[in-house]
């Protein structure tokens, strides 16, 4: 697998080779233009994800995609590590300039209702076309596709914990370091000479994110989870006991922002369905991701931890759809904040949707190099994962006996070929044995279903 440095050559190499079409050019033009010898499905990867983070123009799809080069833009250095440029579109440096005002310049402005009413799923986008298809290209996981929801972030979980975690964390200031942060994730060992609360914020990250990877159909955009998820990441660090999970009934200020959220209890929650049920309709994962970005910050229906509860909200799509996740890995804070402070006070989302489309890419090929070292999805199972979780939702819905299961694995083995029947049996039999309270939601068992089954197993 080629390294950092060397992607970092070929990339370069593209662009030097696509400067020379000024109009345009195929793929097959620039490959031979471009002095790197790789294969034309990894050149395809890098001439999508240079068009996903702005650098070159695609138009087209397929075989009639064409390439051109971009005019120069500017590049904001990441704070983390200062060799990466994000490169930011002239809109977005239209909104860092506005936004960057003295506040005694910048005109205050309350909660526009009309910026979400004027958006209809599936009809308006926030992401372009070409930007939700590359992004789609990045974030794709193979074969993980074809299984359950959240069966690729449960392949990454453990790297996913500690770096969106800390991520995420550190955009609100917290000061543990990623190393820290692996040491109190896993052993639960609290770093020297650091607060309570910042230990606090971090192992809330760790539960809410394995609240939202957690099998089951309850987790979606609907209030259920969302109430939950800033429950999670609420918990114990509110002054008031019982606002974890609630919906704000007392007025909240944006710090360095002139913009002023409502204040009417009745209104927040209006416009919280309203989000949630315009989020549900929205097709594209993308898209949905974005607008959760976008419009539950902006609504901020809770006391406090709004930016965090919309960036693990927004994984709900990726994990729903088996996509590469989003953890905001060497995302600067401070353009991260001016981002939303173009959503808040000028509703645009231009600069944000450059951090998002940058942020994602990243991610998306940090998590696809783990992947590769983490192992792919036994073959066997993928295979035969409809007979699996049939024979095995059967067994607990009817609530057969161990005899009973026994004689109705192996009648199932029969429907398939005869080489794989032994397998079969014993894998769908391991199952069984290795079924308990939380992961039985994925064989559509229901709770009742699985308690009068196990107690009558058991006995």
Do not use: C
């Not at 044995?433 to 064989?443: D, I, M, T, V």
């Amino acid at each position: 697998m080629a390294t950092q440095a060397v992607i970092a050559q070929q990339r370069e190499e593209i662009l030097r080779a696509l400067e020379k079409f000024s109009s345009g050019a195929s793929l097959e033009e620039i490959q031979q233009e471009a002095n790197i010898t790789i294969g034309t499905r990894q050149f395809q990867r890098r001439l999508n994800i240079l068009s996903i983070e702005g650098h070159i123009k695609r138009t087209g799809k397929g075989k009639g995609s064409k390439y051109y080069p971009r005019k120069k833009e500017k590049i904001i250095t990441s704070d983390i590590d200062p060799t990466i440029g994000i490169p930011i579109s002239k809109e977005g440096e239209e909104i860092i300039k506005q936004v960057s005002l003295p506040k005694d310049k910048r005109t205050p402005v309350t909660y526009n209702s009309s910026f979400l009413d004027m958006y209809t799923p599936n009809v308006d986008y926030y992401l372009s076309k070409e930007q939700r298809e590359n992004l789609a290209v990045v974030g794709r996981t193979g074969d993980y596709s074809l299984q359950e929801a959240g069966t690729y972030a449960k392949q990454i979980l453990q790297k996913l914990l500690i770096d969106l975690s800390w991520n995420s964390s550190r955009l609100e200031g917290n000061t543990y370091s990623l190393l820290e942060t692996e040491e109190l994730i896993k052993f639960g060992k609290e770093a020297d000479n650091k607060s309570t609360l910042e230990a606090q914020m971090i192992l809330n990250h760790k539960e809410a994110i394995e609240f939202i990877v957690q099998p089951g159909d309850e987790i979606g955009y609907n209030r259920y989870t969302i109430l939950n998820l800033h429950a999670l990441l609420a918990n114990n660090l509110l002054p008031d006991p019982a606002a974890p999970g609630r919906l704000r009934k007392i007025p909240v200020g944006i710090k360095n922002s002139i913009y002023i959220p409502i204040a009417v209890p009745q209104i927040i929650e209006e416009m919280f369905e309203r989000i949630l049920y315009k989020v549900r309709e929205i097709n594209d994962p993308f898209e949905q991701a974005f607008f959760v970005m976008v419009h539950l910050p902006y609504l901020q229906p809770f006391e406090d931890i709004n930016k965090r509860t919309s960036r693990l909200a927004m994984n709900i799509a990726f994990n729903y759809h088996n996509l590469s996740p989003l953890s905001f890995i060497d995302v600067p804070d401070d353009l991260y904040i001016q981002g939303l402070l173009g959503v808040y006070e000028l509703n645009r989302v231009e600069l944000m949707r450059d951090i998002f489309i940058w942020a994602y890419t990243r991610s998306a090929n940090r998590y696809a190099s783990i992947r590769q070292t983490a192992g792919e999805p036994d073959p066997f199972r993928l295979k035969y994962r409809v007979e699996i979780k049939e024979t095995i939702s059967k067994v607990v819905v009817e609530n057969l006996s161990r005899k009973e299961a026994v004689n109705l694995i192996d009648n199932r083995s029969k429907i398939i070929s005869l080489e794989d029947q032994h397998k079969f049996v014993e894998m769908v039999e391991t199952e069984l044995l290795n079924l308990h309270e939380g992961n039985f939601a994925r064989y559509g068992i229901k709770p009742s279903e699985f308690k009068i089954w196990k107690k009558n197993w058991i006995a």
